[in-house]
Structures are given as C-alpha cells and as structure tokens.
C-alpha cells in the first residue's frame, strides 16, 4: 500500500496560482497511474487531472482544462498540480490518489490509497 501525501494548498485571490504536490512512499511509485479530485463543502469528490506511469499521457476535466497541469517526477516520487487563474469555483480539498482498477479514470471507485488532503481556498 502506498501512503500519499499532499501540500502546497492555502489561501490565494482569484487569478493566483498554486503548486500543489503529493509525495508517495511504501509502493513502486513509477508503476501507477496517478489522479488528483477535489472535494467542496457539501459536493462529491470530483476529477482534476490524471496522469499515466510515466508522463506520456495526461487527462484533465473540463473545468480545469487551459489552467491546471499536471506533472510527475518519478525520480522523486512525486506528482504535482500546478493550478493557474484561480477562480473561487476552485476553492476545495484536494487529495492524490493511485490508480487501482481499470475503468472510467474520472470515477473515483477505480483509485485508492486516497492522501488526507490539502485545503484550497480563492478568494474574489
């Protein structure tokens, strides 16, 4: 079982950026897909970004798509999220999971080993 770890989260005006960062430890980091959701007071945990094994292929929702990208270094054991223009819609917890079972990517049944999660906030 791998234990994910997030940081990079905080409290930012709407058009700023962050750079959220997830590090992984306990599994063979470079053999998995990766996934970053979001959850928002009161919403279900929703899809962010996805990234395969070794970087070639990435996926984004919609809602993200032109400002969020997602990158890996397996070297480091770590995933990253660099979210760009901000808007309050961003504002939500977001965790990093590992790819688990083979299916729709942006349901979050087929990922596990969930991290505890870094807390967004955009401000207008």
């Known amino acids: 079982q791998v234990q994910l770890v997030e940081s990079g989260g905080g409290l930012v005006q709407a058009g700023d950026s962050l750079r959220l960062s997830c590090a992984a430890s306990?599994?063979?980091?470079?053999?998995?897909?990766m996934g970053w959701f979001r959850q928002a007071p009161g919403k279900e945990r929703e899809f962010v970004a996805a990234?395969?094994?070794?970087?070639?292929?990435?996926y984004y929702a919609n809602s993200v798509k032109g400002r969020f990208t997602v990158s890996r270094d397996n070297a480091e054991n770590t995933v990253y999220l660099q979210m760009n223009t901000l808007k309050p819609e961003d504002t939500a917890v977001y965790y990093c999971a590992v790819s688990r079972d083979s299916g729709d990517y942006q349901k979050p049944q087929i990922w596990g080993d969930w991290g505890e999660g870094t807390q967004v906030t955009v401000y207008s």
């Open positions: 306990g599994g063979t980091f470079s053999s998995d897909a």
């Open positions: 990234i395969s094994r070794r970087g070639v292929s990435k």
